[in-house]
């Protein structure tokens, strides 16, 4: 198509969205979804490449089938204004404006800023769409400038801040990954963040495609088109959602919206989960596992969980998933009664391929259950882990009931607690390979990583139908956006290095801002020699920080991975994970932000104060929650550790002695191996408990660490508890605690209620104060003394 001949008009209608035509190739759509979020379709021929989503499903249960790309329910859509000419249309919101130049459809946006309107975003002015003159292919461009930085895109190596590189947007196993430079990993998360250093204005670009894709954002260069970035599909169709902060915390809550809200899990799943892929591979699976219970308490370890690596599916050296190798482990029932007495849940590893050799791949090929090769009825053949295999097609009914079945029962009815959905990328290459898609054939190079999403889906549902009363825990490694309501993720098989720590680090925090707020990392590394010890030290006084709180492993060397497997260090292992479950009221309390209000667990310290540009640095420290603030030692034989302290409260304590510093400065402090720098901002209440052997143990002390304000001031903190495992909480039977704390020159007062209709878990509660602080603390009008139980 002629370039000089792209001229779109504008087509007045009584619809809930504005109509862009272009004769000869079709139309484009632009919607008003809220106040802060709009969208963009294109129609090539007025149709839809596919005509359903299962990202972009806001505060819905999430349709087996999906969700029709034309159905607005979930939205308000606000009332917007729109003027017209020859050449170009405006529509404005009380907060949004979007001009539309008919000419090559170039949108520009602005948002309304102390009353005026700030422009943040703008379509590359030479070309910025594929309207045919590039052949095959989704493309989107826009300009950028030197000054814009980009966070985002899920789980992606290197520094937080993606500006001058180019990713592709693709699942696969990516075993043994540089945490620094490998490209692409696990997940398929196309939506990322843009902040310009000159403006005040953040937002956000989703692009609802499940096909795979590649962002340049900034690598490349044309001399042609200025600066520029751009999103590009093989496939699929141009669906992107655009949503405006102002600020980062508003996009990533709203983008979280978008997609649906984090799964709730027990109590159990903050503990720490044990795992090794040694225990099962290994011909006295049984014996090595209860012998890791032993070790548990013979070392004083706390723990709720073990994750069973694949090996317990095993024939000769191949794994077959819904197997259980009964030489290994003779009894699963009876492993499973016996971790349980320990007080230890069991996830068991699944995998959606079966071997071409699997005891039931022909009864599973006569059901027509996997997905089929393209006009062949045959099942599509792939490279999977130990040899090739057919994956089960998830779009399938049958195939979900068969999955649903066989987790039902070679799983949940001999006790196992819980799924873990692994190997999960759907690496099918012919991207012509049909799925079933409910009864309307869908290519799999349209949906590879929706496959992903439903596997967790049907897992999900299988094991809340086993038990309709509990609260599912589930972990998946791959997924896309819309995973967040099903599982538990972690960063996939990472590499044992101090490298791989550090960026581990920036890849969860570039994680989080994309509505994954639930994972962790391979604790100690899981491919490559064993961690040293110092590294596995500092590996776990960071990764007591994550959601996900799991060593796990599979050594090249033969070692494993375990808090124990160095004598002159467990002491320091032992207290750290102690210290994480003294932590779990605050980590609890969290998770349950994190479902009912989209708030992030783990943060970069820009996300609470944006305000502040020495934030945006890189760095390898983190938030977690609004009041802590974790400086992890990422580098061999530090003691020390400098660290800028962000501004907006007035200053920060360090948690471990209390002491006061001033914000927006960098300080130097001790780093010793026991532990990592740990500051509480300025009006931070922290709760903590004793640390049991495991969530099952009812802990009937709170203590409460306030770091009241050293002038006048005031601030608040809700603390969240229920039974830490049922459905309850929805029905009122939780225990809310209402802290408020205000401080003056003379006194901290603290003011406590309780709402929610189950009695408080705790009998005491144990109030500290920093030991500088001379001011009398006063509960409930009640003096009190630092140290002193209060029965409230």
């Not at 090559?104 to 594929?130: H, I, K, V």
């Not at 003779?330 to 071409?356: R, S, Y």
């Not at 006009?375 to 998830?394: H, K, N, R, S």
Request: proline share 6%.
């Amino acid at each position: 198509m002629d370039l000089r001949n792209i001229c779109f008009t504008y087509c007045p209608q009584d619809q809930p969205y504005l109509t862009f035509r272009l004769a000869g190739w079709g139309e484009a759509r632009l919607y008003i979804l809220e106040e802060h979020i709009a969208r963009v379709l294109f129609l090539p021929q007025g149709k839809l490449t596919l005509n359903r989503t299962w990202m972009a499903c806001p505060h819905r249960e999430l349709p087996w089938e999906g969700r029709d790309r034309f159905d607005l329910s979930g939205f308000s859509l606000p009332a917007y204004h729109v003027e017209s000419s020859q050449d170009m249309t405006v529509i404005e919101t009380s907060t949004l404006r979007v001009v539309v130049a008919h000419h090559g459809l170039r949108l520009q946006w602005y948002a309304r800023c102390d009353g005026e309107w700030q422009p943040f975003a703008r379509d590359r002015q030479t070309q910025s769409y594929n309207f045919g003159q590039w052949g095959a292919g989704i493309f989107h461009y826009l300009q950028r400038t030197r000054s814009e930085q980009y966070f985002g895109l899920g789980e992606k190596s290197g520094d937080m801040d993606r500006a001058g590189r180019r990713f592709r947007m693709l699942t696969i196993d990516a075993l043994g990954y540089d945490a620094e430079t490998s490209d692409p990993l696990y997940k398929h998360i196309p939506f990322y963040i843009t902040r310009d250093r000159q403006q005040s204005v953040a937002f956000g670009l989703f692009y609802d495609n499940p096909a795979s894709a590649a962002f340049d954002l900034g690598q490349e260069l044309d001399n042609y088109h200025g600066l520029y970035r751009y999103y590009h599909a093989q496939s699929g169709d141009l669906d992107y959602y655009l949503i405006l902060g102002p600020g980062i915390k508003d996009v990533v809550q709203r983008f979280a919206w978008l997609t649906g809200p984090t799964l709730f899990g027990p109590k159990w799943s903050l503990g720490y989960s044990g795992s090794t892929m040694s225990y099962t591979d290994a011909p006295n699976a049984q014996e090595l596992l209860l012998q890791f219970l032993e070790d548990c308490c013979r070392y004083e370890i706390p723990c709720d969980s073990f994750q069973l690596s694949s090996g317990y599916t095993s024939i000769g050296a191949k794994r077959y998933v819904f197997h259980w190798n009964t030489e290994k482990i003779p009894d699963p029932a009876a492993l499973a009664e016996q971790f349980h007495a320990a007080g230890v849940k069991l996830c068991a590893n699944i995998k959606p391929c079966l071997l071409t050799d699997h005891p039931r791949f022909q009864e599973v090929q006569h059901q027509q259950l996997f997905i089929q090769g393209q006009e062949t009825g045959q099942p599509c053949i792939a490279q999977f882990w130990d040899a090739p295999g057919a994956y089960l097609d998830f779009t399938n009914p049958d195939a979900i009931a068969w999955w649903q079945q066989q987790v039902r029962e070679q799983l949940l009815e001999y006790g196992i607690d819980a799924t873990w959905n692994d190997n999960n990328e759907f690496e099918i290459w012919d991207d012509a390979v049909q799925c079933h898609g409910f009864g309307e054939r869908i290519p799999i190079g349209l949906i590879r990583p929706i496959l992903s999403l439903l596997m967790m889906k049907a897992s999900f549902e299988a094991q809340q139908a086993h038990l309709p009363d509990k609260r599912p825990y589930l972990i998946s490694r791959s997924g896309c956006p819309g995973m967040q309501r099903y599982v538990q993720t972690w960063s996939g098989d990472n590499a044992t290095s101090w490298k791989t720590l550090k960026y581990n680090l920036r890849m969860g925090k570039g994680l989080s801002l994309c509505g994954v707020f639930n994972f962790g990392h391979d604790v100690g590394g899981f491919a490559g020699p064993a961690p040293e010890p110092e590294l596995l030290v500092r590996w776990v006084q960071n990764g007591i920080f994550h959601p996900r709180f799991t060593i796990h492993s599979w050594n090249d060397d033969g070692t494993v991975n375990e808090a124990w497997m160095y004598p002159e260090v467990l002491p320091l292992i032992r207290e750290q994970i102690r210290f994480r479950y003294r932590l779990l009221p605050y980590l609890y309390t969290l998770l349950y932000r994190a479902s009912a209000y989209n708030e992030p667990i783990l943060r970069p310290t820009f996300y609470d104060f944006e305000c502040d540009e020495r934030t945006f640095e890189e760095n390898d420290d983190f938030l977690l929650g609004p009041a802590l603030l974790v400086a992890s030692v990422v580098e061999p034989g530090q003691r020390e550790r400098q660290v800028y302290l962000p501004q907006g409260p007035a200053g920060w304590y360090e948690f471990h002695s209390g002491q006061w510093h001033r914000s927006g400065q960098t300080i130097t402090v001790a780093a010793p191996l026991e532990r990592c720098p740990l500051f509480v901002k300025e009006g931070g209440i922290i709760p903590l408990t004793s640390a049991g052997k495991n969530t099952q143990e009812i802990q009937k002390d709170l203590e409460l660490r306030c770091y009241p304000p050293r002038g006048s001031g005031e601030s608040t903190y809700e603390l969240f508890d229920d039974d830490g495992e049922t459905w309850a909480y929805r029905r009122g039977r939780y225990a809310l605690l209402h802290i408020r704390m205000r401080a003056d020159e003379k006194q901290v007062l603290l003011h406590i209620e309780q709402s929610g209709d189950l009695p408080s878990p705790y009998q005491h509660i144990n109030f500290w104060l920093p030991s500088e602080e001379q001011r009398p603390l006063i509960v409930n009008s009640a003096a009190t003394q630092t140290g002193q139980k209060v029965k409230l």
